[in-house]
């Protein structure tokens, strides 16, 4: 049951061994690696003062776990939980976007590098990484066109909606090895190799769940359709290897459930565990229809105007009305010929549908037609954790490969039925992808007038879609205080520093980083993360304490609210529950309204080097 790659027996029947990388390959991660740099660029210019404009929060959080991965690593510490943000009661880091697969082995860079510069190198290393092993895929299991796979895997690695993830989820740009997961799954029914296939299956599926559980899940639903389609169309085929893809499949799956058995548990059943989030707040995020034909912001088409129309989303679907219209003429003139132009056919309209959400959206407006997720209950497990929207990632997998297919088809290159053993000939004409001609393996071309149209085609609906450099912004600076290290003589261990504004998912993005910045060395109430509430159920950051809620009231207010003795001492009991040593005002927009606040509830601060500081040690 091989349906991605039909003609697999061919082309090992005909490859010669590989002596050396092709020029090829080396110019296309050269290519993808330039292109990581140039989406990364506007980090660099400035990498330890800037963050993400469109997520900052986001960012400053993935900041934060790679700081993680490096304290977990210098301390030996559980780096399935964390007690360094939102102490005392910690974080469970396996029910966040904790990307332990990535944080943990990058721990010596981050000792040496920081985690700013860490995170802009990670962003743009994983963006060219997914691409070439896209590539790779490509162009050993699909393709034998260099050219198509190059094309093919550079949108897989750069498509509008992963390019727009980058805004700060450096997560869902990792998907480095979903191309290797699925080539993996579609050899389970080779003969004779169905454990090795599925122990190599096991290893990948058990990796993937440490950085990114939601690509993960939408991989194996790809698969999952993938092969009902497969066995529809090839029904005495899917019947004949059966039994050994099963096998295989139940090889990988036992190694993976073996060797992250514990980290699934700690998730669901750990301490700060939760169940589902308050609301179903991401069951309703569908897609706009609009969208599919709207050109994503970041791109050399783009046009942050529209973004006031359709409004802001994650762009997963902002193809532009080019790649749809190439994609449906490429399906309409392959499907007849081609079984994976069926099963992306099959792919592209099941998951595009069923990305519209509970209620279908046009331009930005509800229309009231009940769309596919109004018959799903908002309670399913896993499937209330989901975004309908992010169901079109698999859609932009599935259009990636179609524009490989449509470039080999436009190369006219074909791969025959395999053919009678023969002794082995020269190879004839230059190389094409998958190895040097040989025999058994014809070439034919297209007369030059249909390449030229099709590939000035295929150029006019990729070529808009060309990643620009993020948007940054310029941060403050964490005060000297904090980064010199002079908040040691007042944080005892034990003990926290409570910064103020205290971090949470809306307030306090530069004292979160705080905790980044200084690689964990102090602890910190609340911050930006997934928790439970009282009802279990996930909420987005600590439950605001008495403080905490005057803290932000009076920011946003621009002035102290009236203040009571109860303020004062509930003020002590919450810093009392946070175990604080000190509160620390650094320079910040509103510092003089917080300087008032914190003052009235505490009495007068000391100026400590380019801080407030009051010293409460002896108060709780």
Not at 314 to 320: A, H, M, R, S, V
Not at 354 to 363: D, T
Request: aromatic content about 10%; hydrophobic content about 45%; glycine content about 8%.
């Amino acid at each position: 049951m091989n349906p991605v790659s039909p003609t697999v027996e061919a082309e090992s029947t005909t490859r010669r061994p590989r002596r050396r990388p092709a020029r090829a390959d080396v110019l296309a991660i050269g290519a993808y690696v330039l292109l990581g740099v140039v989406v990364c660029l506007n980090y660099w210019v400035d990498v330890n003062n800037r963050v993400s404009s469109h997520l900052p929060t986001d960012h400053s959080w993935f900041e934060w776990l790679f700081s993680h991965g490096a304290y977990s690593v210098r301390n030996l510490e559980n780096p399935l939980f964390s007690t360094q943000q939102n102490a005392p009661d910690g974080v469970n880091m396996m029910a966040n976007t904790s990307l332990l697969g990535v944080t943990l082995p990058l721990a010596p860079l981050t000792w040496l590098l920081g985690p700013q510069v860490v995170y802009a190198l990670y962003l743009g290393g994983a963006l060219a990484a997914t691409a070439g092993t896209a590539y790779w895929m490509l162009s050993r299991h699909l393709v034998r066109s260099r050219a198509a796979a190059f094309v093919g895997g550079g949108f897989l690695g750069f498509a509008p909606g992963i390019v727009h993830h980058a805004n700060g989820q450096p997560n869902f740009v990792s998907n480095f090895l979903l191309p290797l997961i699925v080539v993996r799954v579609f050899r389970l029914a080779e003969p004779g190799r169905w454990r090795r296939n599925g122990l190599v299956l096991g290893l990948l599926v058990a990796y993937q769940i440490f950085i990114n559980e939601e690509m993960l899940l939408l991989t194996a639903l790809a698969c999952l359709v993938v092969v009902i389609a497969y066995a529809v169309m090839r029904p005495r085929t899917a019947r004949q290897r059966a039994g050994t893809f099963a096998a295989g499949l139940g090889v990988g799956g036992g190694l993976a459930l073996l060797l992250t058995a514990y980290p699934i548990w700690f998730q669901f059943n750990g301490p700060q565990s939760y169940r589902g989030l308050q609301g179903g707040v991401f069951h309703s995020w569908g897609e706009d229809v609009v969208a599919f034909v709207t050109f994503p912001r970041d791109t050399i088409a783009g046009n942050e105007a529209v973004e006031a129309t359709i409004g802001l989303t994650e762009q997963n679907t902002w193809f532009g009305w080019p790649l749809v219209l190439l994609s449906v003429v490429a399906l309409a003139l392959l499907v007849r010929r081609s079984l994976v132009a069926r099963i992306l056919a099959v792919l592209v309209v099941f998951f595009s549908v069923a990305s519209l959400g509970p209620e279908i959206r046009f331009n930005g407006e509800l229309t009231g037609i009940a769309g596919p997720w109004s018959y799903i209950p908002e309670d399913l497990p896993l499937v209330e954790m989901m975004m309908p929207t992010r169901l079109t990632l698999v859609t932009t997998a599935a259009l990636g490969v179609l524009l490989a297919l449509a470039w080999d088809a436009v190369a006219g290159r074909r791969r025959p039925p395999v053919p009678a053993p023969r002794a082995p000939q020269p190879a004839q004409g230059p190389e094409s992808a998958g190895g040097s001609e040989s025999a058994g393996v014809t070439r034919w071309r297209r007369p030059r007038w249909q390449q030229a149209v099709g590939y000035a085609a295929i150029a006019l609906a990729v070529l808009p879609l060309i990643p620009t450099p993020l948007p940054a912004k310029p941060v403050d600076p964490p005060p000297t205080f904090i980064t010199s290290g002079a908040w040691r003589p007042y944080v005892p261990d034990g003990r926290t520093l409570v910064p103020v504004p205290i971090p949470s998912n809306v307030h306090g993005l530069s004292t979160l980083r705080w905790s980044a910045l200084t690689q964990h060395q102090f602890p910190i109430p609340a911050g930006y993360f997934i928790g439970p509430n009282l009802d279990g159920e996930g909420v987005f950051g600590a439950p605001n304490r008495h403080t905490s809620t005057l803290i932000y009231r009076s920011m946003d207010a621009g002035e102290l609210p009236e203040l009571t003795d109860e303020d004062r001492q509930r003020a002590i009991e919450d810093l009392r529950y946070w175990r604080a040593s000190v509160v620390v005002l650094g320079a910040h927009p509103k510092e003089g309204v917080l300087r008032d606040l914190m003052t009235a509830l505490l009495g007068e601060p000391q100026r400590v080097d380019d801080v407030w500081l009051w010293d409460v040690r002896d108060r709780v």
